[in-house]
């Protein structure tokens, strides 16, 4: 599968006029969104996006913090849980992983004693990783690899890797081997971020670009979207690539709480927060991000009350139980933004 076979964004199906900010001027045209997304969270979100806004082109930023190479495969979660997730191929039930999927792979290599065995990876979702990785070694960059693998999924958005570079998350613990750093999925799959995170550090960051097209996307941007994901390893992960955050903070920007009442909507947030001395509370995450990056700030009734100078806080219903409430969340934080960036 070459990528010059990709379907590109503009290739995608006509869509119909509409009134967009750009520069701060109004001008009639296709309205472009910018969303940077993790895993499951953000997957869903941007799955009701899509529904909110279907004249839209979006570009989604993903986190590659995550990435992992397993039994010689270059494996990308947050990568392929949008693009299957998006494209129809989701395991539903679970969030990640694909749909039908089966384990024959996994299971001859647990009977031949080969590690790592806490990482699950299906027989379907196999060959995503050996298309990928036989793409890496022919030489050509993970952009490139993951618009070819999107023309199978169809996502309906303009899927990019924060950065082609390899970066990856890592975690320092304490535990019985000593004081040690580990790879992010380490900790957050085999450990279940049982032993407490000291902190986190993204390896390669300090050299890494952002993959080609991202900064491009963001500056032609009307508004950027940031979904309820991991604050820390997946938005805060793409905000550490130097140059994102200085171009997502030059547009206007509303982010999703994903904090309701004190507790992750989903997935070990509190964990990843409490490493960096942060509050599980809307109002810490929203600190966090800051009113240098946020211009809105959605975020459950329960948390009516939180407050940041410069931030413009709206309480709605937050929680994803269906496609519908995705997208009538997605809705709010994109009616939000155009009204800001008015």
């Known amino acids: 599968m070459h990528p010059n076979s990709a379907q590109t964004w503009q290739d995608s199906p006509a869509t119909e006029s509409r009134e967009t900010v750009v520069g701060g001027r109004w001008k009639t045209g296709r309205m472009h969104i910018v969303s940077l997304a993790g895993g499951i969270g953000g997957a869903r979100f941007l ?26 495969l270059r494996v ?17 039930e679970q969030g990640w992983g694909r749909a039908d999927e089966s ?30 990785s036989q793409m890496l070694e022919a030489g050509f960059p993970l952009s490139q690899i993951t618009q070819a693998l999107c023309t199978r999924w169809q996502p309906g958005v303009r899927l990019l890797p924060m950065t082609d570079d390899r970066c990856e998350t890592h975690v320092v613990i304490s535990d019985e081997h000593g004081r040690r750093a580990v790879h992010f999925q380490e900790w957050w799959v085999r450990m279940r971020a049982s032993v407490p995170a000291e902190s986190f550090a993204l390896v390669g960051a300090d050299s890494a670009k952002p993959a080609p097209g991202v900064l491009e996307a963001v500056e032609q941007a009307d508004v950027v979207i940031l979904p309820p994901s991991n604050p820390v390893v997946s938005i805060g992960t793409i905000l550490q690539v130097p140059g994102i955050r200085e171009a997502v903070a030059a547009k206007t920007v509303v982010g999703v709480s994903p904090i309701i009442g004190g507790a992750p909507v989903r997935g070990m947030a509190d964990a990843c927060l409490t490493a ?25 009734p329960e948390d009516d009350g939180v407050a940041l100078d410069g931030v413009r806080v709206v309480a709605r219903p937050l929680l994803m139980h269906d496609a519908g409430a995705a997208a009538d969340i997605a809705r709010a934080a994109l009616d939000l933004a155009l009204e800001l960036a008015r």
């Open 76 to 92: 990308c979660p947050d990568l392929d849980t949008v693009m299957y997730t998006l494209g129809g191929g989701i395991n539903e």
């Open 103 to 132: 384990h024959v792979v996994k299971e001859e290599l647990a009977a031949y004693g080969v590690e790592p065995q806490w990482f699950g990876l299906g027989d379907r979702d196999f060959a995503t990783h050996i298309v990928r």
């Open 47 to 72: 799955r009701g996006l899509r529904a909110a806004a279907p004249d839209a082109a979006i570009t989604v930023i993903g986190n590659t913090g995550d990435d992992i190479t397993l039994f010689g």
């Open 276 to 300: 960096i001395g942060v509050e599980t509370t809307a109002q810490a995450v929203l600190d966090l991000y800051g009113a240098g990056l946020l211009d809105g700030w959605l975020v459950a």
